[in-house]
Nanobody
Framework: QVQLVESGGGLVQAGGSLRLSCAAS????????MGWFRQAPGKEREFVSQ?????????FYTNSVKGRFTISRDNAKNTAYLQMNSLKPEDTAVYYC????????????WGQGTQVTVSS
């Protein structure tokens, strides 16, 4: 079992940057795959990014954010991050941190979400 708490959301102008944080509980954080999803009002939740392992772990980004967003983690702080640069109004959404602890095939832990609003 793991609890996730996102922070760092807010209002930013188009072209600006924002860094989201995800603080996780758990005894084996370094063994979890971590990721980010987002959901805008009236739209389905969509995958944004994932990081499988600390250090030599692989990363993946959805095409709409590739080259602008960077996922990372600090195992000593039990925290995952999403650095968002060159933000666009279409990036506006609630962003959710997710974890895969190995208890199931799919993502098994979700944070409460943090709002990101990008103005033009």
């Amino acid at each position: 079992q793991v609890q996730l708490v996102e922070s760092g959301g807010g209002l930013v102008q188009a072209g600006g940057s924002l860094r989201l944080s995800c603080a996780a509980s758990g005894r084996t954080f370094s063994m979890y795959a971590m990721g980010w999803f987002r959901q805008a009002p009236g739209k389905e939740r969509e995958f944004v990014s994932q990081l499988s392992w600390s250090g030599g772990g692989s990363t993946f980004y959805t095409n709409s954010v590739k080259g602008r967003f960077t996922i990372s983690r600090d195992n000593a702080k039990n925290t995952a991050y999403l650095q968002m640069n060159s933000l666009k109004p279409e990036d506006t959404a609630v962003y959710y941190c997710v974890a895969d602890t190995g208890s199931s095939r799919d993502w098994d832990s979700w944070g409460q979400g943090t709002q990101v609003t990008v103005s033009s």
